[in-house]
């Protein structure tokens, strides 16, 4: 029966803090090239560095000119009077259409403002079949606006958005909406409008729509211009209930070190927007167009999992509207109320970014407090795995709703990691697939059956401050991330000198966090150094918050059949997981999902740099004893303990928790969450107690098959050497600290050597 190990490490290194600052020419240069792109003026730039066209020659479809839009009305007075006169930007503040005319819609809530003649002339303008003197493609759009409306404030309850009715600049207090020509690729836009209708400090804003006149550059609605009329409207719609709501909601520039021109935008903003057009218009999938964006691997999509859903480098960057499957995920699980939720919590909240922390608490509230953000995300990523030619095999509860419909992350090495020959490692400081944070990893196991050769994990460790027959290594050995030396913040370990490797008296083998385990181990824990000028160590950090971790499991003997464990790999420590009968398997696949809420890591962190991802695979034989063990506390060893020839100073105490017909513990983290509880008392010859130890040491536990070991440093309670001798020690195992089952309970004797 064969087993697997696998071992992954975990390393993040926070960059400088971003923060909100003058903006640079470049980032200025940028704000300005987009908004003279959406608002009709690209003609007077003498480049773009929006892509116009894709690989097949047809328009690149960029969606929705909102942020663009909104980029430049609350930075404008930071921008360079010399740049923008270089640039010709023409500064809009309502659209222009020749020949203008106004319509208000039936239900007197919306103005649509459209041309019969002239280049805003709407589609076929001249066709009135209602007789009611205005073209049918402006009645419908009116009524389409009147029935989003509806469904916004009525069925799912969203606050209404403020008029802009209160000064000349906006008219009556009905929404406007212009229908224009406009520029390839859009199909409408939001302007921000006022944006200090509640005084200082305010964080609502009234807004104005604009939508194509017609939508014939859109070649998937050539014929059929009224469903992009739809799904536009809900989209934009929704962005005027988000400004009504919170205009701020989004981290308006992140800037770094890495990329001073790009900086993330509104992405919750737009997911949401996409999510809203197929609530209120399931059946027209406007967003299948963008989902390539997220699934694919082909250019110019490059839609790979490890990119962060909070990607939005710029208004041209439609990754956020493919990610609309976010919130779909959300609301198929938790019901669409959650959309809701957030959003008025958002603004609650005040001004700023609020979307993640807020996401958290709302999950924890509508799960009842079984899930928080990283339990949903891990649910995110295992669903994306469920689409295309895997939609009909997902476990029951796992997938959309039109998962058949969607692309699928294909089984290539651009996009998921996919090994075949063991034993295998993969550093994690050279992992081109290691994932950014909010996104996810892939890694599938193929044929792990097949595995036969063990990795030699071991290194020497110095035992004092120099050492003559043992050599230090430096991290350019790829060790960097599994052997960091806590205390110093360096990276360096050591190999023994001697030919044969097998002795070094100044030096001690070591396994690292391999030791004992030929269950799956993955090791979470990650450092965060921060070298001082004096060159001290600032000290360490573990994860943000703790990774999601979902394990897939395809049948060899019916490859149709899936099966899938969920875990949380701890923000602390290690997560310790066996897979017993692993020839039973066809595929392992493991998801890791860093999914982060906590503003002090989720502001300062470049979504578009990746926790560096790590894994080692290798085989091991499971003994057949390792079932239906007893709980036992084992023989103490070294005994009698030399002290001079040992090489860790310890001796160590073995425990045995149960094991059941499987060979898995009975007790254990991975089972009830509990980790055992361990006491032994230590007396002299005398009867005199000497030391008193509990719980077990986190660095020697070997958690294999339910083994756990403790250690004595061969010193009294005062952390005095004790002497040579006799000594009677009295180990006790429980089920659990407090109101725990004692499971075994021993008497021994160890001699000390000194």
């Not at 895997?390 to 796992?398: M, Y």
């Not at 696949?589 to 300062?604: E, L, N, V, W």
Request: net charge negative.
């Amino acid at each position: 029966m064969k087993q697997i190990h696998l071992f992954v490490f975990l390393l993040i290194v926070l960059f400088g803090t971003n923060s909100v600052m003058a903006l640079t020419r470049e980032q200025q240069r940028e704000i300005i090239e987009d908004y003279m792109y959406v608002t009709g003026q690209r003609n007077r730039l003498p480049q773009h560095t929006l892509a116009e066209q894709d690989s097949t020659g047809g328009e690149v479809i960029v969606k929705c000119g909102m942020s663009a839009i909104a980029n430049f009305v609350l930075n404008k007075d930071k921008l360079d009077s010399d740049l923008m006169k270089s640039l010709g930007v023409q500064l809009i503040n309502r659209p222009i259409i020749t020949n203008e005319e106004t319509y208000d819609s039936p239900s007197g809530i919306f103005k649509i403002h459209f041309a019969r003649t002239g280049p805003d002339s709407v589609y076929r303008a001249s066709v009135d079949n209602n007789n009611n003197g205005i073209p049918d493609y402006v009645d419908t759009t009116a009524m389409v606006f009147d029935s989003v409306y509806n469904h916004i404030m009525n069925v799912l309850g969203f606050p209404p958005p403020p008029s802009d009715g209160f000064y000349n600049g906006g008219g009556d207090g009905r929404f406007d909406v212009y229908l224009t020509n406009l520029p390839a690729g859009l199909y409408g836009q939001t302007w921000m409008d006022s944006i200090s209708i509640d005084g200082p400090g305010s964080i609502r804003a009234t807004a104005f729509m604009e939508l194509d006149k017609d939508y014939q550059q859109l070649s998937p609605y050539v014929n059929r211009p009224l469903d992009a009329v739809r799904v536009t409207a809900a989209h934009e719609f929704f962005h005027v209930v988000q400004f009504g709501i919170d205009f701020t909601e989004t981290p308006l520039y992140e800037i770094s070190s890495f990329d001073t021109t790009h900086f993330p935008a509104r992405y919750w903003m737009e997911m949401s927007s996409v999510w809203m057009e197929e609530e209120i218009y399931d059946e027209i999938n406007d967003y299948y167009l963008y989902l390539p964006y997220f699934f694919s691997d082909t250019l110019p999509f490059n839609g790979f999992p490890y990119q962060s859903i909070q990607q939005f480098k710029s208004f041209s960057d439609v990754h956020p509207y493919a990610s609309a499957i976010f919130p779909m995920c959300l609301s198929q699980r938790f019901g669409r109320d959650i959309i809701r939720e957030i959003w008025v919590r958002c603004g609650e909240q005040g001004v700023g970014d609020n979307f993640l922390p807020v996401a958290d608490h709302v999950i924890d509230s509508m799960s009842g407090g079984v899930e928080r953000w990283p339990q949903a995300f891990r649910e995110f990523a295992l669903w994306n795995y469920f689409t295309g030619t895997r939609a009909n095999l997902a476990p029951t509860g796992v997938g959309y709703e039109e998962r058949e419909h969607y692309p699928e992350f294909r089984e290539v090495s651009g996009v998921m990691a996919i090994e075949y020959d063991y034993p295998v490692l993969q550093f994690g400081n050279n992992n081109p697939l290691s994932p950014r944070h909010n996104s996810a990893a892939y890694v599938t196991l193929k044929d792990p059956d097949l595995i036969t050769s063990e990795y030699d994990t071991t290194y020497w460790r110095c035992n004092r401050n120099a050492c003559l027959d043992s050599t230090e290594v430096s991290q350019g050995s790829n060790y960097d991330f599994s052997h960091r030396d806590r205390l110093t913040c360096q990276t360096t370990y050591w190999v023994c000198n001697s030919e044969s490797s097998t002795e070094c008296a100044d030096s001690s083998r070591v396994r690292d966090t391999t030791l004992g385990y030929d269950f799956i181990h993955i090791d979470s824990v990650f450092d965060f150094w921060a070298a001082l000028s004096d060159g001290a160590c600032f000290g360490q950090r573990t994860l943000p918050q703790p990774w999601g971790l979902s394990i897939v499991y395809q049948s060899r003997s019916n490859p149709d059949e899936y099966a899938v464990d969920r875990l949380l790999l701890l923000d602390d420590f290690t997560t310790h997981l066996g897979i017993l009968n692993i020839s039973q398997y066809r595929t392992v696949t493991f998801i890791f999902t860093p999914a982060t809420y906590d503003p002090s890591y989720y502001r300062p962190y470049p979504f578009f740099t990746p926790y560096d991802l790590g894994y080692f695979a290798e085989a091991d034989v499971q003994d057949s004893n390792l079932v239906n063990l007893p709980a036992a506390v084992l023989t103490p060893y070294p005994n009698p303990c030399v002290v001079s020839q040992s090489p860790d100073q310890l001796i160590h105490f073995r425990f045995q928790v149960p094991t059941d017909t499987m060979g898995f513990p009975l007790y254990g983290e991975n089972i009830n969450g509990v980790d055992p509880y361990i006491l032994l008392d230590i007396y002299n010859i005398a009867g005199e107690r000497v030391r008193t130890i509990t719980g077990f040491s986190d660095f020697y536990s070997i958690k294999r098959a339910g083994k756990y070991e403790l250690e004595w440093d061969m010193k009294n309670e005062s952390g005095k050497e004790v002497a040579s001798g006799v000594y009677i020690c009295y180990a006790r195992l429980y089920s659990a600290e407090k109101n725990g089952q004692l499971l075994a309970e021993d008497h021994t004797k160890v001699a000390v050597i000194r």
